[in-house]
């Protein structure tokens, strides 16, 4: 049987945030589908058998038992997944449908005039952007001519994310308020106005993996890993918290589990907060720049910002990528080596925030919002900013020349310029460290609130 090839793709996060702010901004409709037994749409190319349904069975002429051979997949074969992929881009191509290629999971169709239709697909479920109701009705009629598709109307749900739209469609929000409700009942925490102000502290920074000896916490593995969904689609604020603990995902006992469960006190005072795409940036994101930088010009549509933490193995860093005021992509994370200077730790996370701005900017350029001008990427160290501006040398950053290289093709190519904020206006700095509740609900409110 042949396993080689069973991967599948799936809607890429930042591709389903920026295709919210490009509806937002464009005053798109939302609305989602479902494609019943999707699976069993996809046809395979091996022979593979499987033993008769029971209470199905037939035998051969002398009584043989006999097999069935799979003409189409099904559910529980590991072939299905790409075999749906593959049958679906089939139909959307025949259809007049473009395919992405940043995300084979994004597709385009343009209509008449400036009629334009985005699909984003997640296995069997379908987010469908429109500019007009005669675009939206046609393809969704094409598609239920090959599947059975049940519509959804305007989209309220999709990947456990609650989606809310007004009725001019000029303001998104999503949020996993549920999540959150559900994940404080299974671990007794009520919802209290009085929790934590931040996810932690600084006394997180002292946490040890587990010796051998010590019993480690059973559930403290699984809560984790949902707190990681929770981060990588709407809560950008427990980034540092969750990926610092993910730290000691096979490894932790009771202090990682208290930290663990302050996550969940800070989350049951911040249920309701959510990510908010509109057609401008936010007041506060402009106030902000203006005040703890030199920009003074009216803010572009994308921009990023970049930071890290020096000191220590491999010290925490992490970016924003924000798309007219909404977060479209954001990471928190170690850097992949140990810095030996703070210029050399800017840099290289600038390096990895700089490869997310590149497909950020491919991506809205599929959705018809092309990038012209250079994006900028706040970074708080100069020096950092001066080895990607011009060709200085130095021998303490020789060992990451191929990153200094990289970085400055992209800069003199205008893809980004990096420009200097201070620290205090640094809104990645809530991804490297804890901060205090002052500053780290300054930066929160930038890309989420109530």
Same mark, same amino acid.
């Given at each position: 049987m042949d396993y080689t090839f069973?991967?599948?793709?799936?809607?890429?996060?930042?591709?389903?945030?920026?295709?919210?702010?490009?509806?937002?901004?464009?005053?798109?409709?939302?609305?989602?589908?479902?494609?019943?037994?999707?699976?069993?749409?996809?046809r395979i190319s091996e022979a593979i058998y499987m033993r008769q349904p029971a209470m199905f069975e037939k035998t051969g002429k002398n009584g043989e038992r006999l097999v069935c051979k799979l003409n189409r997949s099904i559910y529980g074969l590991r072939q299905s997944g790409a075999c749906w992929e593959a049958k679906l881009a089939e139909v959307l191509t025949q259809l007049g449908l473009d395919?992405?290629?940043?995300?084979?999971?994004?597709?385009?169709?343009?209509?008449?005039?400036?009629?334009?239709?985005?699909?984003?697909?997640?296995?069997?479920?379908?987010?469908?952007?429109?500019?007009?109701?005669?675009?939206?009705?046609k393809t969704m009629d094409q598609l239920e001519q090959h599947f059975e598709v049940t519509g959804t109307g305007n989209l309220e749900w999709v990947l456990g994310m609650n989606i809310e739209q007004s009725e001019d469609f000029s303001r998104i929000s999503i949020d996993q308020k549920l999540f959150i409700r559900d994940l404080l009942l299974e671990y007794s925490i009520s919802a209290d106005e009085k929790g934590r102000?931040?996810?932690?502290?600084?006394s997180i920074l002292a946490l040890k993996?587990?010796?051998d000896d010590e019993e480690i916490e059973p559930k403290y593995q699984s809560l984790i890993g949902k707190l990681m969904w929770l981060t990588v689609?709407?809560?950008?604020?427990?980034?540092?918290?969750?990926?610092?603990?993910?730290?000691?995902? +096979? =490894?932790?006992? !009771?202090?990682?589990?208290?930290?663990?469960?302050?996550?969940?006190?800070?989350?049951?005072?911040?249920?309701?907060y959510r990510i908010t795409y509109t057609s401008g940036h936010d007041d506060g994101l402009t106030n902000l720049i203006q005040s703890q930088s030199n920009f003074s010009q009216s803010l572009p549509e994308l921009l990023g910002f970049t930071d890290s933490s020096y000191g220590g193995e491999r010290p925490?860093?992490?970016?924003?990528?924000?798309?007219?005021?909404?977060?479209?992509?954001?990471a928190a994370y170690r850097l992949p080596l140990t810095p030996l200077s703070s210029a050399e730790a800017e840099y290289v996370a600038a390096t990895r925030a700089t490869t997310a701005i590149i497909a950020v900017r491919a991506i809205l350029d599929f959705l018809g919002q092309p990038q012209n001008e250079p994006t900028i990427i706040f970074c708080d160290n100069k020096a950092?900013?001066?080895?990607?501006?011009?060709?200085?040398? +130095? =021998?303490?950053? !020789?060992?990451?020349?191929?990153?200094?290289?990289f970085l400055r093709e992209q800069v003199q190519s205008e893809k980004i310029m990096l420009y200097h904020i201070?620290?205090?206006?640094?809104?990645?700095?809530?991804?490297?460290?804890?901060?205090?509740?002052?500053?780290?609900?300054?930066?929160?409110s930038m890309f989420i609130w109530k």
């Open positions: 069973t991967y599948s793709n799936t809607i890429r996060h930042e591709t389903l945030r920026a295709l919210f702010a490009i509806a937002a901004h464009k005053r798109y409709r939302i609305t989602g589908g479902d494609i019943k037994t999707a699976y069993l749409h996809g395919r992405c290629d940043t995300d084979p999971c994004l597709w385009k169709l343009k209509g008449e005039g400036d009629q334009v239709l985005f699909l984003a697909i997640y296995v069997d479920d379908l987010v469908v952007v429109s500019s007009n109701p005669d675009i939206l009705k102000a931040t996810p932690s502290d600084a993996p587990l010796p689609l709407t809560r950008p604020d427990i980034a540092f918290t969750t990926a610092y603990l993910s730290r000691f995902a +096979s =490894k932790g006992g !009771k202090m990682h589990m208290e930290h663990a469960i302050g996550v969940l006190k800070y989350l049951s005072r911040t249920t309701d925490p860093a992490g970016y924003l990528i924000s798309f007219y005021g909404g977060p479209v992509s954001f950092a900013i001066q080895l990607s501006d011009n060709d200085t040398s +130095s =021998k303490r950053m !020789k060992h990451v020349a191929t990153r200094i290289a201070s620290t205090l206006g640094m809104c990645a700095d809530i991804f490297t460290k804890p901060l205090t509740a002052q500053l780290f609900h300054v930066f929160r």
